[in-house]
């Protein structure tokens, strides 16, 4: 199993990254050519520009008020405790490995993911936390409870084309097995969280969840089109 863990892990880093490398490439062209950091440009006005300050509170502001208004309320509550979840877990797993990087732990592949995506398992959470470990277990289950909660109602009321069907149906896996591997109920769990993340992990970069990755570009970009009034 820890040759299989490594091997899918390899293939979906070195693949991905390669998608990644590709598109951040092409980004970087982008800007080049066109010195406002998109290709064409169409402002609605030709007033001063706007402050920095005001571009991020309308940037932020605006999706933050107006997302919910033509959903369900099921899914603007599913929307909010899937994505608060699966920030908190995330940065979770961020902790777990440079807590594990700090404790000297094995520098194995299969070792490492199971230690920072199993990290609420009672003997890798000692190791990690110690005496805080209670506390930290005790803490995820809200999150991990929370990302069960969304995604259930996110399946309930949203839309469902393709890439959300695969995308939820492997985040679906990813949360059941880290509840049946926490529960101690079904044994092998813990292998198949790691190998659903790593196929999320390797499909990211083709898929609509690709704002994950490249993040700071699509928020710069965002940025600046809002700053100088671009309209598409």
């Known amino acids: 199993m820890n040759n299989l863990l490594q091997l899918v892990f390899w293939i979906c880093t070195f693949s991905s990254s390669a998608v990644i490398v590709i598109r951040v490439r092409r980004y970087l062209i982008y800007w080049r050519k066109s010195p406002r950091g998109f290709p064409a ?35 603007t509550c599913g929307y909010l405790c899937y994505h608060v979840a699966i920030v908190t877990l ?27 995506i199993g990290y609420a398992e009672p003997m890798h959470a000692n190791f990690l936390f110690g ?3 209670p506390w930290i277990i005790g803490f995820t289950w809200g999150d991990v409870l929370l990302a069960a909660t969304g995604n259930i109602l996110l399946w309930w009321n949203g839309k469902l084309g393709p890439q959300k069907v695969l995308v939820r149906s492997l985040i679906t896996i990813i949360i059941w097995s880290e509840i049946l591997g926490r529960l101690g109920y079904v044994p092998g769990m813990l292998e198949v969280h790691i190998l659903a993340a790593c196929a999320l992990a390797f499909l990211l970069p083709w898929l609509y969840i690709n704002h994950v990755i490249f993040l700071p570009f699509v928020l ?9 009034r671009v309209y598409a």
């Open 41 to 75: 440009i169409a402002t609605l006005d030709r007033s001063p520009l706007r402050s920095w300050t005001h571009t991020l509170l309308t940037f932020w502001a605006a999706p933050t008020r107006n997302f919910h208004r033509h959903h369900r309320l099921g899914w």
């Open 220 to 228: 710069l970009s965002g940025l600046r089109k809002r700053r100088y």
């Open 90 to 116: 995330v940065l979770s797993y961020i902790a777990s490995g440079v807590l594990y990087a700090m404790q000297g732990g094995v520098w194995d592949v299969a070792t490492f993911l199971r230690f920072v």
């Open 131 to 133: 005496s805080w470990s």
